[in-house]
C-alpha cells in the first residue's frame, strides 16, 4: 500500500435487532398526557401554556448581572447567618442562666 492509498472500509457484521427494539410497544397514556392533549384542544389553555414558556425563556436579571447578583447573595448569606448564630448564644445564655 502507498502512502496515498488509504485502507479500504471494514464493515461490521449485521447485528440482528430482538423484536422488541425493532417494534416498541405504543407509548401508554398516562395522565400527564391526557392533560397535555385537553389543554392542547382548548386555544385558550394553548396560548397560556405558550405564554409561560415564553415568560420562562426571557433572560433573568440574575443572568445578566451574575457578579452583583454573587456578592450581594454573599452579603445576604452572612448576615442571616450571623443572625442565627448570634441568636442561637442568645437562647444558650438564657439557658444557662435560668431565666426562660
Avoid: C
Avoid at 492509498?5 to 464493515?11: D, V
Avoid at 454573587?70 to 442571616?80: D, K, N, Q, R, W
Avoid at 450571623?82 to 437562647?91: C, D, F, K, M, P
Amino acid at each position: 500500500m502507498t502512502p496515498d492509498q488509504r485502507p479500504a472500509h471494514q464493515h461490521r457484521a449485521r447485528v440482528d435487532l430482538p423484536e422488541w427494539m425493532r417494534h416498541p410497544a405504543p407509548k401508554r397514556r398516562t395522565p400527564a398526557r391526557y392533560v397535555d392533549d385537553l389543554i392542547e384542544s382548548w386555544p385558550a389553555l394553548r396560548t397560556i401554556r405558550r405564554a409561560v414558556w415564553h415568560w420562562r425563556g426571557r433572560t433573568r436579571w440574575s443572568e445578566s448581572h451574575p457578579n452583583l447578583v454573587a456578592v450581594l447573595s454573599f452579603v445576604v448569606a452572612a448576615v442571616l447567618g450571623t443572625a442565627l448564630v448570634t441568636g442561637a448564644y442568645y437562647l444558650l445564655a438564657l439557658a444557662t442562666s435560668g431565666e426562660y
